[in-house]
């Protein structure tokens, strides 16, 4: 059984700062990929910024340049880093992982965490 819990988020001011943090536990055997998704309230869950097991990053449009992922693979952990945020990044941020167990190797499945709350104050 694999689980994400995901720590970090809270209330800030327009324009500060929050790190997020993702610890993944469990019978893991390895990571196709982690990744950060967010949904505000009455609109769809969306890609905030994913990192593969290579290293590659990708993010949404709306937060290049102000949020960075990154990972520590010896504590199974991916972090989002916020930087200058804005009231639109209001939502509740999920952490998910495409990755295998060790019971079954053959193929990658998604998990999720519980989610976070991030509200930005103006």
């Known amino acids: 059984q694999v689980q994400l819990a995901e720590s970090g988020g809270g209330l800030v001011q327009v324009g500060g700062s929050l790190n997020l943090a993702c610890v993944a536990s469990?019978?893991?055997?390895?990571?196709?990929?982690m990744a950060w998704y967010r949904q505000a309230p009455g609109k769809q869950r969306e890609l905030v910024g994913k990192?593969?097991?290579?290293?590659?990053?990708v993010f949404a449009d709306s937060v290049k340049g102000r949020f960075t992922i990154s990972r520590n693979n010896t504590k199974n952990t991916v972090y989002l880093q916020m930087n200058d945020l804005k009231p639109e990044d209001t939502a509740v941020y999920y952490c998910?992982?495409?990755?295998?167990?060790?019971?079954?190797?053959?193929?990658?499945?998604?998990?999720w965490g519980q989610g976070t709350q991030v509200t930005v104050s103006s």
């Open positions: 469990g019978s893991i055997f390895s990571f196709n990929y």
């Open positions: 990192i593969t097991s290579g290293g590659s990053t």
């Open positions: 998910n992982a495409g990755l295998r167990t060790i019971s079954y190797t053959s193929r990658a499945y998604d998990y």
